[in-house]
Every structure is written in C-alpha cells, then in structure tokens.
C-alpha cells in the first residue's frame, strides 16, 4: 500500500541552471548504482555548485497535523516534496517523498495478512519481501525529461506510519504499527518554475503488500512500475 499520495539518503551532483539547461536540451541517462546523470553533453563533475557557505538550509515540511516529517525522515539540507511540502527555493536540492506501507509479519487487529490467490511471498513478513525484491528507484523530471536512477538499498529509511501520521486521521489506531519504507532520492536543484516528478519503482520479482487478496490493490509485478507523481514549483 502506498501512502495517501503513494512512501538514508543518497546525494547527487548539483547542477548548475546552465548546465541543467544543457542537460535538458540533451537528454540523459542516469547510473543505476550512483543515481548521476550519465551520458549528456555537459559534464557534472566541472558543473558542480559549491555549498552554500551562509549555512542555510531549506525549510523543514510540517504537515498539518504537527509531525516535521524533515526532521523524522532526517533530511536537513534538501527540500521534501510531498503532498503537503510543494514549494521548493531556487538553488535548494530536493527529494520527492514516497512511502510503501505494508501489514505486519502477523496482521493487525481487524487486518490478517492477505494475499491475491497464488500468490507466495518470498518474505513471510511483507515489509521484508518488498525490500528484497526492490532493485532501483527511478526518477522522471519534467519538463526537461530529466532522469535519474538510484540503488534503492541507499535511499531508504525505515520507520512505522506512527513515526509519520501519528495525529492525523488518514489511519486508524491499529495501522499505525504498520511498517513503512520512504524512499529518499535528493535530486538537484531546478530553475524557477512549476515541475513534475515521477517516481518510479523496479522490482526483481512481484511483491504484495500483504493487505488485499486484489492484486490491484496490493501488488506490484515485476519491472519498472510508475509509484505516483509529485507536482512541486521552485521559486526564488
């Protein structure tokens, strides 16, 4: 299950305006292990900005109900973009948020373990099976076409939907024991204007989350399947 929109980082190289528009013009592909744009006439090692020597960092993503997921998530130099975080500064790296929820080992209350008819788990606790069989993350930003790909063992953090939701009314009492995954790709900063980014997950073999006997409803197939699309704008 992903969260109500779809959910330790791994840093890329910042691309400067003038390179990235380059980038942009020419397409790129990205690295599977190092999530580098590879490949583009521009080179990204020469285009790399300095750090910002006054410190700042971008603002941390409060969610209405109170929990600053930047601070639970860990993400202090990079904005988090997700349904409630969509304003990013110029000149900021960024990471488009997405979760994948699963039951527990044993279910919750009100909740078993269910799976579609024929389906095995490779995993017995669900969380684990997802895990094993998620081999990269890919990212398609537009407009630009941009794309980057990451080794999605150095991207993720684990926690529980307690850890995100707590307060809210998006879970009852029992789901927020269910684990959670955040995949956590920084990508680099963008020029001014409104943006989309795909996130993209490629498994080795079919997962389900443990929670519906529909496949559609819990299950992902094997290969390259489109997690959701963030929509975020950069602003000076």
Same mark, same amino acid.
């Given at each position: ?29 990205t690295s599977p292990d190092t999530g580098e744009a590879v490949g583009a006439s521009v080179d990204l090692a020469a285009s790399?900005?300095? +750090? ?5 960092? @971008? $603002? ?10 930047? %601070?639970? !998530? #860990? ?33 919750? +209350? ?5 799976? @579609? $008819? ?10 684990? %099976?997802? !895990? #094993? ?40 009492? @029992? ?62």
């Amino acid at each position: 299950m992903h969260s109500t929109s779809f959910p330790r980082t791994h840093l890329i190289s910042n691309i400067a305006p003038a390179a990235l528009a380059a980038v942009a013009a020419a397409g790129c592909a990205t690295s599977p292990d190092t999530g580098e744009a590879v490949g583009a006439s521009v080179d990204l090692a020469a285009s790399a900005q300095p +750090e910002d020597a006054s410190g700042r960092h @971008p $603002p941390d993503c409060v969610v209405p109900w109170g929990i600053d997921w930047s %601070d639970v !998530l #860990h993400i202090h130099k990079a904005a988090l973009v997700s349904p409630d975080c969509t304003m990013v500064r110029a000149g900021d790296p960024y990471i488009p948020e997405v979760l994948w929820i699963t039951n527990t080992e044993h279910g919750i +209350e009100g909740g078993p373990v269910l799976y @579609p $008819p024929g389906y095995t788990p490779r995993h017995k606790a669900p969380m684990e %099976d997802f !895990l #094993h069989k998620l081999d990269r993350v890919r990212y398609i930003v537009q407009p630009g076409n941009l794309e980057f790909s990451f080794n999605a063992s150095k991207i993720e953090r684990k926690l529980t939907v307690d850890d995100l939701y707590r307060g809210s009314d998006q879970f009852t009492p @029992p789901q927020l024991v269910w684990p959670a995954t955040a995949l956590l790709g920084q990508l680099p900063p963008l020029p001014t204007g409104a943006y989309s980014a795909e996130i993209h997950f490629i498994l080795s073999d079919t997962h389900c989350d443990g929670q519906h006997a529909v496949f559609a409803d819990s299950c992902l197939p094997p290969g390259d399947s489109l997690a959701l699309t963030r929509q975020f704008v950069v602003e000076d």
